[in-house]
């Protein structure tokens, strides 16, 4: 069975200092990905909805549909945290690099703004 998908697990009996600080107990990078990916699936089908209703011709319409995207994800609880979950362990770019839809790049552009708001609260 080929699978392309990488498990990386490490466990760390001992504390592990480097130069960004101490690391200690157990650190999955599989469900890091796995969260991510869950997350650009549910933006992406939410991107796939609101085009059904809104055109993405012009940049000002992708911008519109960037625009109602995040504020379904702020306004959905649930949908919200597993978004900045995933944007605390992936990256916006990791995130970014999932998406394929023609606001994928206003959107990400909106989340990054919208991440640091919520980082304020």
Do not use: C
């Not at 599989?30 to 991510?36: F, I, S, T, Y």
């Not at 085009?51 to 379904?72: C, L, R």
């Not at 945290?81 to 990256?91: D, E, H, Y």
């Amino acid at each position: 069975m080929s699978d392309n998908s990488t498990n990386i697990s490490q466990n760390f009996h001992a504390p592990v200092t480097n130069a960004i600080g101490e690391v200690k107990g157990d650190f999955n990078f599989n469900q890091a990905k796995n969260n991510l990916s869950e997350a650009a699936a549910e933006i992406q089908q939410l991107l796939n909805q609101l085009s059904q209703n809104y055109p993405t011709n012009t940049e000002a319409e992708k911008k519109a549909v960037a625009t109602a995207a995040i504020q379904h994800i702020d306004n959905n609880s649930k949908l919200r945290q597993r978004v900045l979950s995933a944007l605390k362990t992936g990256g916006i770019q990791a995130l970014g690099q999932l998406l394929n839809h023609p606001a994928a790049t206003f959107v990400i552009a909106a989340l990054e703004d919208w991440q640091k708001s919520k980082n304020k609260l």
